[in-house]
């Protein structure tokens, strides 16, 4: 999982300049650090620095949103968070936003407060904030003690430590985001049982608003190519939902 930075920065990709501007102006006077880019070309030159979100338009002349999207998933190997901003807003479009990597989906015309709230949303689903107090014993308050939760999931050369909250494919250290870690671990600690779609976002994004059934799909889609080989013990059962089959 990534390491929660001290101030985010944001890419904001639209060839709409006033639009570039209203988001620019708001998300700074929110606390980040944020550039935009008129076009994905331009955009995929500034990914040569480092960014923890981009809100990125689909409609574009040249490389679109999506095209741009999956050559950051697909050749880049880039994970950084993707919310799409678009006056495209079927079911559709929006699944399409999905099936290319994104992490959430925005339709146009949009008030800067939904803006702000899905934004911030996630960034703490793939940038979890540290523990506010540290419990006399070591622990974060609220959890229960080291000692009970030093169970880890084992299979040939796949580590899942879930208490560290890491996972390790032949020791070496996948990086995962927080809600693909909780995925993993939610099959791990039961092999065999089937958990729906609906299962998984009850019981990973709880009472999170704005995220469909076809987020699971993609997440999951995401967890099993970083996890390699070992991707293959995560199985659709016909439809019904997801489980590990060992």
């Not at 606390?31 to 480092?50: C, D, F, P, W």
């Not at 809100?55 to 998933?73: N, T």
């Not at 030093?150 to 494919?169: C, G, P, Q």
């Not at 250290?173 to 049982?193: D, N, W, Y």
Request: glycine share 6%; proline share 3%.
């Amino acid at each position: 999982m990534e390491n929660r930075p001290d101030t985010f920065k944001i890419l904001i990709v639209d060839d709409e300049e006033d639009i570039c501007e209203i988001l620019q102006y708001n998300l700074q006077k929110a606390g980040y650090i944020v550039e935009t880019a008129a076009s994905a070309e331009e955009a995929l030159y500034k990914m040569r620095n480092t960014w923890h979100l981009l809100l990125l338009d689909i409609m574009m002349d040249g490389i679109s949103g999506l095209k741009m999207a999956q050559l950051l998933r697909e050749d880049y190997h880039n994970d950084v968070p993707i919310i799409f901003i678009s006056a495209l807003d079927s079911e559709i479009d929006i699944v399409a936003g999905f099936d290319k990597g994104g992490d959430d989906y925005i339709a146009k015309p949009f008030s800067i407060k939904e803006v702000l709230a899905r934004v911030n949303a996630v960034l703490n689903r793939c940038y979890p904030p540290l523990p506010d107090r540290i419990s006399d014993n070591g622990t974060e308050q609220g959890t229960k003690p080291v000692a009970q939760q030093s169970d880890i999931f084992v299979h040939e050369n796949l580590k899942v430590e879930y208490d560290k909250k890491r996972v390790l494919v032949d020791n070496v250290e996948i990086s995962l985001t927080r809600k693909e870690f909780e995925i993993l671990v939610l099959l791990a600690k039961s092999p065999g049982k089937i958990y729906s779609r609906e299962d998984i976002l009850q019981l990973v994004w709880k009472e999170e608003s704005y995220v469909l059934e076809r987020t699971v799909d993609v997440h999951i889609a995401r967890l099993r190519k970083k996890i390699g080989t070992y991707g293959d013990l995560i199985v659709n059962r016909s439809g019904y939902g997801y489980s590990i089959h060992l």
